[in-house]
C-alpha cells in the first residue's frame, strides 16, 4: 500500500471545506483534483484515506467534512435545466442555465433538478408562470402526481397523473385552471415520466 503524503491529505481536507462554505455544495472528485493540483485517480485515493479516518465522509459520491457540519445542513446542487410549459405539450429542450443549492433539510435527499413553469394550466396546483419546480427523475408516478410526461412525439407537458381510462385504453393527464380549461385532460397511448413534481419555489 502507497504511503499517504500527509501535506497532500491536508490540502485536500482544507480544500473540501474551503469550497463547502463558499458554494454550500461539495466538491466533485475533478474539482478537488484541479483545486489542489493533483491526479484524479491520486485524488481518489486521498479521500478515502481520509474517510477511513473520519476526517471526512465520502459515500455515493457526496463529500462531507468537519467544517460542513458546522453549517448545520447539507446541502445538493441540483441543475436548472430551462422550461416546462403548462399547457399544451411542446418540443422538449433541456440546457444546463446554473445549478441551485438545496438544502436537504427542506427538500430531502433525491436526484433532483429544476425547471422555470411556462403558461398557466396549472394554477389551481399552485404552480404559476415563472415557479421553479424541483422534478426528482427516475421514481415511479403515483395516480395524483404532477409529473414531467414526454409523449410518442417527443413533446413534453406538465400535468396531473390522473390514470389509466380501461375504457379509452389510455393514460389521463389532467389541466389544473378550472377557471380556463374546466375539465380539460390530455389522452395519451404511451408517455414517459421524466420526474415528478416535489415543490416549488416562488417569490412572494
Known amino acids: ?32 483534483a484541479a483545486g489542489v493540483g493533483v491526479a484524479r485517480s491520486t485524488t481518489h485515493r486521498y479521500i478515502q484515506e481520509l474517510s477511513d479516518r473520519d476526517l471526512l465522509d465520502y459515500g455515493r459520491g457526496i463529500l462531507s467534512a468537519p467544517e460542513s457540519a458546522k453549517m448545520k445542513t447539507a446541502y445538493i446542487a441540483a441543475p436548472l435545466v430551462g422550461s416546462i410549459y403548462c399547457g ?18 427542506l427538500f430531502g435527499k433525491g436526484d433532483f433538478y429544476i425547471l422555470r413553469a411556462k ?15 424541483v422534478i426528482e427523475r427516475n421514481c415511479p408516478a403515483s395516480e395524483g402526481d404532477i409529473v414531467v410526461a414526454l409523449d410518442q ?11 389509466f381510462d380501461n375504457d379509452e385504453k389510455c ?34
Open 119 to 133: 403558461g398557466d394550466s396549472m394554477v389551481d396546483a399552485g404552480i404559476a408562470e415563472g415557479d421553479l419546480l
Open 153 to 163: 412525439e417527443q413533446q413534453n407537458t406538465l400535468k396531473r397523473y390522473v390514470g
Open 88 to 105: 399544451s405539450p411542446e418540443e422538449e429542450e433541456e440546457n444546463v442555465e446554473e445549478y441551485v443549492s438545496l438544502p436537504v433539510s
Open 171 to 204: 393514460f389521463i393527464l389532467a389541466y389544473e385552471n378550472e377557471a380556463r380549461y374546466p375539465g380539460e385532460v390530455i389522452k395519451l397511448k404511451s408517455f414517459e415520466v421524466q420526474g415528478v413534481a416535489r415543490h416549488v419555489i416562488k417569490a412572494l
Open 1 to 32: 500500500m502507497r504511503t499517504k503524503d500527509q501535506g497532500t491529505l491536508d490540502k485536500i481536507l482544507k480544500f473540501v471545506n474551503k469550497y463547502y462554505q463558499d458554494n454550500r455544495v461539495a466538491p466533485t472528485i475533478s474539482e478537488v
